[in-house]
């Protein structure tokens, strides 16, 4: 499913030179990462931005599943989330741009960081920039969820619906692993699908 739906997102960019394409791929994360604060959860939020709704190289429907991809394997999200959307959009290559460009951003600014810890610890100006970034980082990830839920809803299904409340709470309230619920919403999804199957049949 994931591959038939990224080589309809690769057409309309057939016609750039595999250069250019793995250009843009490394400027796109490199800034992303860049100016990312808050998480890996933003990083994908900002990369559904850039890929979906700015270049159009991949849908809402492909983004979901490369999302859960990323937050199912091990490791940083934000990597994660690099090395699905690169390898989608130009394989190999394009998976080493994206993971270099993301790395980097971070590797040089905690480095310097490190330098003068102990200054940056306590500085109250520090603090207050940091408590504001954590609003905008909310509404950030609160707007791409709210786009992603109504995706949901436009599709009518409501089994869908229902294992998304059910993660909802057992994330919220339970406070299970998300790699777990994510598991469990893929077998889910599995048993649905063959079940449908087999009435259609």
């Not at 599943?65 to 940083?76: H, K, N, R, T, Y």
Request: charged share 15%; aromatic share 8%.
């Amino acid at each position: 499913m994931i591959s038939m739906t990224a080589q309809e997102a690769i057409r309309p960019h057939e016609n750039e030179s595999r250069k250019k394409i793995l250009l843009k791929l490394f400027i796109s994360n490199l800034y992303l990462s860049t100016f990312t604060f808050g998480g890996g959860y933003v990083i994908v939020t900002l990369m559904k931005k850039k890929f979906v709704d700015q270049y159009h190289w991949i849908d809402d429907q492909e983004m979901l599943d490369l999302v859960a991809i990323a937050q199912s394997c091990p490791g940083p999200i934000a990597v994660n989330g690099a090395i699905v959307v690169g390898y989608q959009l130009a394989r190999v290559p394009g998976l080493i741009i994206s993971v270099l460009a993301t790395v980097i951003p971070p590797f040089t600014i905690l480095s310097l960081i490190s330098l003068c810890y102990t200054a940056f610890r306590s500085n109250p100006y520090v603090g207050w920039m940091l408590n504001g970034m954590q609003s905008g980082v909310a509404a950030v990830i609160a707007q791409v969820v709210l786009e992603m839920t109504q995706g949901l809803v436009k599709q009518r299904s409501w089994s869908s619906m229902v294992v998304l409340v059910i993660a909802f709470v057992a994330s919220y309230v339970f406070n299970v692993n998300a790699a777990l619920i994510i598991l469990a919403c893929a077998i889910l999804g599995l048993l649905t699908r063959k079940k449908g199957g087999a009435e259609n049949k």
